[in-house]
């Protein structure tokens, strides 16, 4: 006897790639969003550690971090000292879902220190 092939399976790896599409987007979604996260949290450490620097010598510690939340990162930055020789800086990010400036899901927070600087009246 002899073997008619048949079209039974023509078409299946294009099925099958249009059922893996939503898995590999969502994959790839999950994967950005950890991204954003790493990447807030690395934003909020270099604020809080400018913001520091800054309260030390005794410029304007708030200006210093928040110059690096440019475009749509949103976030803030203290200071707070000097106490014991030593000014502390906080600094928070909003994390983004998906696209800076959207609405977030929680905040990235950062705290630095650093040895005063500048004359002991003066913060």
Known sequence: MERVR???DRGQVAVEFAGMVPLILLTL?????????G???TLAANAADEAARACAVGDDGKAAGERHFDGAWQGSATC???AGGMVTA???????VLFPGTAGF???KATAGA?????VGTP
């Open 80 to 82: 707070s000292g000097p």
């Open 106 to 108: 929680g905040d990235a």
């Open 6 to 8: 048949g079209r039974g």
């Open 29 to 37: 979604a999950l994967l950005w969003q950890v991204v954003l996260v």
């Open 39 to 41: 990447y807030a949290y």
């Open 115 to 119: 040895v005063y600087e500048g004359s």
């Open 90 to 96: 906080v600094a928070t990010v909003r994390i983004p």
